[in-house]
């Protein structure tokens, strides 16, 4: 069965500074989604990685993968207090349904 | 566009009693459609999908279920809540064409009591 590990599961972190979230995942896999949900809200889509080695940026945010090592990563570059969110990935495995991490709480501080 | 709704927007219900959540999807058809529990502070646990009407397949058995009475719409019902049924669902749509990226509804807060 697909396990998916996220860490760290909670981060603080000051204004400005960058940090990298860890997706690691058990089984055979090409495609990675992270999501963004803000509290007491709904998922939203943030980045859709297909292939080895993709990277997709989106703001502060960038996210790549690496089917390799079974890991995708989600780097903040100067964190801003718009940031603080709770960080999902999901991975689908090649057969099988599309599994979630525990998630990730960010909170950024001024 | 496709639009997702979900209601209600949230739900206070006492132990015993029945559940009926709605989801329903517009713009769109024949789409996949999902299930998710979120607990308070967890990650998400997928329920139920369905790729097509009367189609539903069950992910963890519980004393919740699952209907898809027409194309678009995707009901969870419950007959006798339980205090471990608290939590916020999710539902979701895919297409048939990238069954695999998810487009999220509002979701629903339940608490059972």
């Known amino acids: 069965e697909l396990k998916v590990e996220q860490n760290p599961l909670f981060l603080s972190m000051q204004e400005g500074k960058n940090y990298t979230i860890y997706c690691n995942y058990s089984t055979t896999s090409d495609r990675l989604y992270w999501y963004r949900q803000d509290p007491g809200k709904s998922l939203e889509s943030l980045f859709v990685l297909l292939s080895n080695g993709a990277v997709k940026q989106e703001g502060r945010l960038m996210a790549s993968l690496d089917t390799k090592a079974r890991l995708s990563t989600l780097h903040i570059t100067a964190a801003v207090h718009d940031l603080s969110a709770t960080y999902f990935c999901a991975v689908v495995p090649m057969r099988g349904d599309m599994r979630f991490g525990a998630g990730t709480r960010l909170t950024v501080k001024p | ?113």
């Open chain 2, 1 to 113: 566009s496709q639009t997702i709704h979900q209601w209600p927007a949230t739900l206070v219900q006492p132990v015993g009693s029945p559940l009926s959540l709605e989801c329903t999807v517009e713009g769109t058809s024949n789409p996949n459609l999902y299930w998710y529990r979120q607990a308070a502070g967890r990650g998400l646990q997928l329920l139920f999908y369905s790729v097509g009407i009367g189609q539903i397949s069950s992910e963890v058995p519980q004393n919740l279920s699952a209907s898809r009475p027409q194309d678009r719409q995707f009901i969870l019902s419950s007959k006798k809540l339980l205090l471990s049924d608290s939590g916020f669902y999710l539902c979701a749509w895919s297409s048939w064409a990238a069954p695999y990226e998810q487009y999220f509804g509002p979701g629903t807060r339940l608490t059972v009591t």
